[in-house]
Every structure is written in structure tokens, then in C-alpha cells.
T-cell receptor
Framework: GAVVSQHPSRVICKSGTSVKIECRSLDFQATTMFWYRQFPKQSLMLMATSNEGSKATYEQGVEKDKFLINHASLTLSTLTVTSAHPEDSSFYIC??????????????FGSGTQLSVL | AQTVTQSQPEMSVQEAETVTLSCTYDTSESDYYLFWYKQPPSRQMILVIRQEAYKQQNATENRFSVNFQKAAKSFSLKISDSQLGDAAMYFCAYRRRDDKIIFGKGTRLHILP
């Protein structure tokens, strides 16, 4: 089946630094990728939609200057948490839709990134 | 806006028994997809089963089956012959026409040996 690779799987950083998380579709092209955030023992909350070659669209309440998303190619989307603070500590998961498949195709999830900000 | 409700935060079932997880949703769309995802301790999201709204027949995948009641907007998951490896968090999810997925709050399933 299709594989979505997400790196790093775990990152610890100091408060005030920036962290980049990569989401890569390994064996298919993805015109659309989604970024989710999951707090401990809670559900996944959609943060933003990343479309190749265009600006990301953010869900209400998500700071676009804090969470920078770039979808520069059909296989790679990145999420950069800028000036990270302890409250940004969370589990971040990406998902990707295979290009050209239409509405019926399944989404494929990355394995997630645990961000801990000290 | 679409919502997904899972009213059972936790459930337990004896190994080899059958358990049903409940899910209701609200939408004004006529064409959509519903999913059950499993999230084990590794936190990898694993697709368990999916249902296309226009199909009346309930989806089945081996020991997993759904009871899809479109008029009632209900989408429950039945796990037969429960196994220890089924222990996980289960999320009911709704996929909108714009491909965004709305997740329920989840049900933690414990399997008792």
C-alpha cells in the first residue's frame, strides 16, 4: 500500500527555536496534504490543508505565522513550528491524498512526530 | 458544520467476545465517507474499515463490520472474536467533500484476557 513518511518521529527543542517536520509521500504523488495536532488522550484536530504550489489554508484558531506550511512538490509538505513554546508540545500527524484518485480514494497517514518544547 | 460523536470514552471486552463501538454524526451532505481508525500505542493511524454513504450494504473487513444507519446518522463498529491486539483507541471519522476528515473524540478499547 501507499506509504507516507514523516520525520522526525520525535524532537526535543528549546523554547524560542524553530522546528521543521517533513511529510513525504514515498510511492505516490500527493496534491493535497493535511496536518493534524493531537494532545495527549485527545482526538486529532485539523490544523491546515496543504496544496502543492499554493498557500496553505488554516483552520480557525490556528496561527499561520506560528505554523508555517510549505508544499513545494507533489511528494513533500513541511510544517515549521516557529519560536516554539512549551504549549506547542504535541503530537503532529500528516496525511496525504493520492493525486488523480478523486473522492473515493483513501487518505494515508504519516507515523506522526512528537514535539517536546523545553 | 459536520460533527462526529463517540459517546463511549472507554470500553472493555473479554477476549474472544464481541464488542460494539458507537458513533453518530451530523451532516447536511448526501455523499460522504465514514471511517473507523485504530490508533495503537505507537500512535500510527490504521484504517480499520470505511463506508461509502451511497452504499446501503454494511462494510465488513474480516472480524470488523459496521452497522450503518444513514437516516439515523449512526455508524457503529462491531468487533467479533476480540483479540488482545485489538486493544487501542478507536476513532470514528467523517470525510467531507473537500477531503477534510472530522474525527470523533475516540473510544479506548481494553481487551480482558
Amino acid at each position: 500500500g501507499a506509504v507516507v513518511s514523516q520525520h522526525p518521529s520525535r524532537v526535543i527543542c528549546k523554547s524560542g527555536t524553530s522546528v521543521k517536520i517533513e511529510c513525504r509521500s514515498l510511492d505516490f504523488q500527493a496534491t493535497t496534504m493535511f496536518w493534524y495536532r493531537q494532545f495527549p488522550k485527545q482526538s486529532l484536530m485539523l490544523m491546515a490543508t496543504s496544496n502543492e504550489g499554493s498557500k496553505a489554508t488554516y483552520e480557525q484558531g490556528v496561527e499561520k505565522d506560528k505554523f508555517l506550511i510549505n508544499h513545494a512538490s507533489l511528494t513533500l509538505s513541511t510544517l515549521t513550528v516557529t519560536s516554539a513554546h512549551p504549549e506547542d508540545s504535541s503530537f503532529y500527524i500528516c496525511s496525504a491524498i493520492m493525486a488523480g484518485q478523486g473522492f473515493s480514494e483513501k487518505l494515508f497517514f504519516g507515523s506522526g512526530t512528537q514535539l517536546s518544547v523545553l | 458544520a459536520q460533527t462526529v460523536t463517540q459517546s463511549q470514552p472507554e470500553m472493555s471486552v473479554q477476549e474472544a467476545e464481541t464488542v460494539t463501538l458507537s458513533c453518530t454524526y451530523d451532516t447536511s451532505e448526501s455523499d460522504y465517507y465514514l471511517f473507523w481508525y485504530k490508533q495503537p500505542p505507537s500512535r500510527q493511524m490504521i484504517l480499520v474499515i470505511r463506508q461509502e454513504a451511497y452504499k446501503q450494504q454494511n462494510a465488513t473487513e474480516n472480524r470488523f463490520s459496521v452497522n450503518f444507519q444513514k437516516a439515523a446518522k449512526s455508524f457503529s463498529l462491531k468487533i467479533s472474536d476480540s483479540q488482545l491486539g485489538d486493544a487501542a483507541m478507536y476513532f470514528c471519522a467523517y470525510r467531507r467533500r473537500d477531503d477534510k476528515i472530522i474525527f470523533g473524540k475516540g473510544t479506548r478499547l481494553h481487551i480482558l484476557p
